[in-house]
């Protein structure tokens, strides 16, 4: 045991010696422009450092060599230096971050809609969430990347996928996109969820823009007050049930805005194909998928509450309706809805919409035994009442009275709507 | 049933309808380069209205725009004009197009050691010097020497004016010196005979204010040339409301733009816009 300590002792105080003399071999030599007494010790300083001493009472105190002005200054400057060299990797790493920005929305609701007839059927009381939206964007001066998903209880969703390119020396004005987006038509269809009024859109674009999305390629051109988006997508939108396109038709669709500021409006067009087969087909047959509209916003400032704004949209077209737009092939139908908002001081605002589809143009409104046809025109009064609570959380109420053209005995039916909607975004 | 969903409806309708705004404050926020200015209109401001108080905080345009969009401020101040994004937010949330009233003019001044030979250059020359595609006072008819570039941090409304107007949107030369204000940028260009900075207006020793040519003339960075709009690096300053101004933010901007208020802004700096 005694050899193995002596041993240990010996290795150890031969580490520390060889460690005390790297130490010393590492120490920087001084510069030979370096003023002497900067480096050299003072005559009177002692050779190597005594032993602390407890100051003698009246003893004066001699001070320590400090460091000349150069010496400090100098250190001043490594260490400013360090600073801005640490300063700049900051800088560059948030600058890299500042290009990310994620944003998302939540739509609580509650709804509840009367019988929908005299027998106690239909109608329900629930609550629900709508839109569970978390949105990632990452934009440089010439790209940017865009992809939203929507959660809710039927399951994750992907609702865009874009990718864009800005094109070179244009300051971002003229842009090309790949991928899922919006489809460039009309006014309440791009516009976010989040910044409705109502918690869902108008019936004819709901039935004329299902989803609002699609596969495909845009471009977006900005000049002056005009703007200018034109795309070509699969057609058939998100909600067609298929994760990719099965035929050659191709839909062209386009949106030709202008914005003054206060009044902004735009006139927009689509024309494709969607393939199917009615019950008089054979075989399959390109069916004309295609759509006019013109949509107009003004903003005044006339009442001394608040701001005003009346916005509609009129769309008119062809083949509409989800799944694959089969249900409503080859049909005409048109609609269009008017919206009157006014805020009330900074939180508030009432907003009253009226909104009408028809969805077969030309057709008589029919009755089905005591109830409307599926195909009657459907007028629809709503009325918001919504409040801001600071600048995340929003509230709204909201009463909807649909009324479906009705004939002979058939009634329009007890629908009318109550939804409380809470949104909290950021 | 109907009837006690309407009532429900009305009822919230009641319980959220707002409370009247705090009577006696207007708040400012905003733009750095002009929250001096403010400031000594609010002072000037209140003393001739003692019931009024006007709160007045920096933090950068966009900032001031944000608190505008969010309802935290009732006056943004911002020294650019307001992106489309921000103007479409505010349309969008308060359903009227936003105001903005230009309160004063700046010239955003290029500055040269006082040494430097050369008095004037064009926004092209100041391109591509700031591209780093010039590299020698040689290239613009000055001294056989390297140019030294200094620059602002890019939070800075003056840098985003001069990344956006001269070098119409590209990137500044990676060699450029990013200096955190005007007098930084004065001092070393006042230090460095081969330095050229920018910022506003000043007047220090050892630095030269260039003049910028147009076609055969050439403008200096006068209150004269900067209110006519024949300096080509002129800008506005500007308040942005979410509407029409009214009631007591109105007569903050009326005094403003009154003779007194236009003299504070030859007082601090800056060119009057009337």
């Given amino acids: 045991m005694r050899p193995l300590l002596v041993a240990f002792s010996l290795l150890t105080s031969s580490a520390a010696m060889a460690q005390a003399a790297t130490s010393q071999e590492a120490l920087p030599t001084p510069p030979a422009s370096e003023p002497r007494e900067a480096v050299e010790p003072s005559a009177t300083a002692p050779q190597q450092p005594a032993a602390p001493q407890p100051p003698r009472a009246n003893a004066p105190t001699v001070p320590e060599a400090s460091p000349s002005i150069d010496e400090r200054l100098t250190a001043d400057e490594h260490r400013v230096e360090a600073l801005e060299e640490q300063n700049t990797e900051t800088k560059n790493d948030l600058s890299a971050l500042k290009k990310l920005r994620f944003s998302g929305y939540v739509q609580g609701r509650y709804q509840y809609q009367q019988d929908l007839d005299d027998s106690g059927a239909g109608g329900y009381s629930r609550f629900g969430i709508r839109r569970g939206r978390l949105k990632a964007t990452y934009t440089t001066d010439l790209t940017q990347f ?84 034109v795309g070509v997508f699969d057609g058939a939108g998100i909600d067609s049930g298929t994760t990719q396109d099965n035929d050659k038709e191709k839909d062209v669709i ?173 | 049933m109907k009837k006690t969903l309407l009532s429900s409806f009305v009822a919230f309708g009641l319980a959220v309808l707002p409370l009247s705004a705090q009577a006696g404050t207007v708040t400012v926020k905003g733009s750095d380069t002009m929250v001096i200015l403010a400031q000594r209109w609010a002072e000037a401001f209140m003393k001739k209205n003692p019931a009024t108080k006007i709160q007045v905080t920096g933090g950068g345009s966009g900032t001031g725009l944000a608190a505008l969009q969010n309802g935290t ?154 209110k006519s709009g024949k300096y080509p690096l002129s800008r506005d300053l500007f308040f942005y409301l979410r509407n029409k101004p009214s009631g007591e933010a109105k007569a903050f901007i009326d005094f403003a733009l009154s003779a007194e208020g236009q003299a504070i802004v030859t007082q601090v700096g800056y060119f009057p816009v009337k």
């Fill in chain 2, 73 to 226: 401020t009732d006056i943004a101040m911002s020294s650019r004009e307001i992106k489309e994004a921000e103007e479409e937010k505010l349309r969008t949330r308060y359903n009227t197009p936003p105001t903005a009233v230009s309160v004063a003019k700046d010239g955003v001044t290029f500055y040269v050691n006082a040494s430097n030979k050369l008095d004037a250059l064009t926004v092209e020359q100041l391109k591509d010097i700031y591209l780093g595609d010039t590299t020698s006072w040689k290239a613009v008819g000055g001294a056989d020497a390297p140019i030294v570039l200094y620059s602002r941090e890019n939070s800075s409304g003056t840098y985003v004016f001069v990344k956006d107007t001269v070098l119409g949107g590209d990137d500044f030369a990676a060699a450029a010196q990013t200096l955190p204000g005007t007098a930084a940028v004065v001092n070393a260009v006042s230090k460095e005979k081969n330095g050229i900075g920018y910022g506003g207006a000043a007047y220090a020793k050892g630095i030269k204010e260039l003049k910028v040519k147009k076609g055969n003339e050439a403008f200096a960075p006068t209150a004269e040339n900067v």
């Fill in chain 1, 254 to 426: 386009a949106h030709l805005g202008f914005d003054l500021k206060w009044l902004a409006g735009g006139v927009s067009g689509w024309y494709g194909h969607a393939l199917g087969r009615l019950p008089s087909d054979t075989f399959r047959h390109a069916y004309d998928r295609s759509r006019i509209g013109a949509d107009l916003q003004a903003y005044f400032d006339v009442v001394p509450l608040g701001g005003t704004s009346l916005k509609g949209e009129f769309i008119a077209g062809r083949t509409y309706g989800a799944a694959n737009n089969a249900a409503h092939l080859d049909v005409p139908a048109h609609g269009w809805y008017l919206l009157l908002v006014q805020n009330i001081g900074l939180n508030d605002a009432v907003a009253v919409r009226y909104d009408t589809f028809d969805p077969h143009n030309g057709q008589a409104d029919l009755a089905a035994g005591e109830l409307p046809g599926a195909d009657n025109a459907v007028d629809t009064v709503g009325f918001v009442v919504q409040h801001h609570f600071g600048e995340n959380l929003k509230m709204s109420a909201t009463y909807e009275i649909p009324t479906t053209h009705a004939v002979a005995q058939a009634l329009d039916p007890h629908d009318n709507l109550f939804t409380l909607q809470m949104q909290a975004r950021f």
């Fill in chain 1, 146 to 229: 865009m992809l939203q998903i929507d959660a809710v209880p039927t399951g994750v969703a992907l609702r865009d996928a874009e990718a864009t390119l800005f094109v070179p020396g244009t300051k971002q004005q003229l842009s090309v996109t790949l991928g899922q987006m919006k489809w460039p038509f009309g006014y309440e269809g791009p516009q976010s969820s989040s910044d409705r009024e109502f918690p869902e859109r108008s019936r004819v674009v709901r039935n004329m823009l299902p989803s609002e999305r699609d596969r495909g390629a845009k471009v977006n051109a900005r000049y002056k007050f005009l703007r200018l988006a």
